[in-house]
């Protein structure tokens, strides 16, 4: 390696030493810098409150919207190492996870005038969240049906069967199941019930790749059952909004894919508001709304992933009544319209209209990870290519580029070119 290179790395690691050092030092302080915070803010700050519970998932882009809104946020989260605290006015950290702190949150809430318990995007938060809020009497509705759905993929498909909406062919794997007999045809995805975040999960053609995938998943979700679902292949969709007073409302459906390494999912790129003829566009929007029905969908937000097949049919494969992800940062500069604000709104009590007609640009956010050799030839490639708009990297070792353009024929021809360089065209 020349000297020139070596120097280099060898400055950038320790740029990150010196970078994990300071966050270490900032999340042994937090809980005192946290207090002093909270202290200083309740002595200055004004705002209706509201009360946020944050766990392991995304936050920040509720967070900040709650602040351009003007409300004073109340944050109670897990730990002090997300260093959120920042970006709330006050802070408590308590396992928001454990349900015999439903009280202690509902009192908290009461005592700090908070009439409603917020969160963005954790699943495992669902039964707190509709917990505090029925303590507070909040006007809002967390179905048994939805929790549940959202929380295990199984019981979303018997949902789903109880309403007559078509889902696909699945059932549970019981321990020591045989394998030549499992009842779901091949090829078939092997997941994990409770999944988020696709870790681990397979598509397999034959009883030995079920067999790995099955020990796959296991692995990544010890804690889980493992579902077998058929494999639907066609293109996979995002649809995203809010149920305001039991009506769906859709703010955005995103084309997502995350299949660069099949049998391996991982998310590879999405593209917002992508050209859709009214034909698909129907099929999507109507699955979207017979599966949030069918799993009694009342308040909140929701997450419906949607996939079509070779025949066009469509089939709700993952649902969730919170927002996915931090997909909801990039809808107001994407369709003109403010999911975030709507879902505080309509939480709070108030009357919401109707989405305004949704603007649409284009955004695709492409991502690589620290595995592929390729990244390295990605990272080059984009650095001065006009559409790119923002570059993110993640703790996980993932990069995220995000382009905008007018032509989706141009990011569609982007992504070909970057699957390339990655050696996956
Ligand atoms: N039945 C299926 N057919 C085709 N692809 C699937 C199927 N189920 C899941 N997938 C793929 O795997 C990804 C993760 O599965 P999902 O059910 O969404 O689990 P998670 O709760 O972990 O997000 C999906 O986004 C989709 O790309
Ligand atoms: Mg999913």
């Known amino acids: 390696m020349p000297t020139e290179s070596r120097e280099m790395i060898s400055g950038v690691r320790s740029g990150l030493r010196l970078r994990d050092f300071a966050r270490s030092v900032a999340i042994f302080l937090a809980p005192g810098l946290a207090g002093i915070w909270s202290v200083w803010n309740r002595l ?45 006015h006050e ?45 507070l009497g ?6 048994a049906t939805a929790i549940g759905a959202s929380m295990s993929k199984a019981a979303m498909h018997a949902a789903l069967d109880q309403a007559g909406v078509r889902s696909t062919p699945n059932a549970i794997l019981p321990p020591g199941f045989d394998l030549e007999t499992q009842p ?45 679902e058929q494999y639907i292949s066609g293109r996979q969709f995002d649809v995203e909004g809010i149920i305001h007073r039991g009506e769906v409302r859709i703010y955005i459906v995103i084309e997502e894919n995350f299949f660069r390494y099949p049998p391996r999912f991982m998310r590879c790129w999405y593209l917002f508001n992508p050209g859709l003829d009214d034909e698909t566009e129907m099929t999507l929007r109507k699955a979207a709304v017979e599966a949030l029905n069918a799993c009694e969908f009342r308040s909140g937000a929701f997450h419906v992933e949607v996939r079509l097949d070779a025949d066009g049919q469509a089939y709700a494969i993952d649902i969730s009544n919170r927002m996915g992800a931090d997909f909801p940062g990039s809808v107001p500069g994407t369709t003109g319209r403010d999911m975030i604000g709507d879902y505080v709104n309509s939480m709070l009590g108030r009357e919401v209209a109707p989405p305004p007609p949704a603007g649409r640009r284009l955004e695709l956010r ?44 141009d990011l569609r021809a982007l992504i070909g070119k970057l699957d390339e360089f990655l050696g996956n065209a």
């Open 138 to 143: 909040a006007g809002v509705q967390f179905s």
């Open 184 to 228: 779901v045809a091949y090829p078939l995805i092997v997941k994990a019930d409770m999944g988020q975040g696709a870790h681990g999960y397979r598509i397999c053609e034959t009883p030995e790749e079920l067999r790995s995938g099955i020990a796959s998943v296991g692995q990544s979700f010890p804690e889980s059952d493992v579902i077998v």
């Open 44 to 88: 200055t700050k004004k705002g209706g409150p509201v009360l946020v519970l944050y766990g392991r998932s995304y936050g920040r882009e509720l967070l900040r919207r709650l602040r351009e809104m003007n409300h004073y946020v109340i944050l109670v989260e897990q730990d002090a190492k997300r260093l959120n605290w920042r970006f709330a």
């Open 366 to 409: 492409y991502y690589t990870h620290a595995f592929e050799p390729g990244a390295q030839n990605v990272r080059r490639e984009v650095s001065d290519n006009p559409l790119l708009i923002r570059a993110d990297r993640g703790p996980d070792g993932t990069e995220m580029f995000v382009f905008s353009s007018e032509s989706e024929a």
């Open 91 to 135: 802070t408590f950290f308590l396992d928001v996870f454990d349900l015999s702190n439903t009280q202690r949150i509902a009192d908290l809430a009461r005592r700090k005038r908070a009439t409603v318990a917020l969160s963005q995007s954790d699943d495992k938060l669902l039964p707190q969240m509709a917990a505090v809020n029925e303590m």
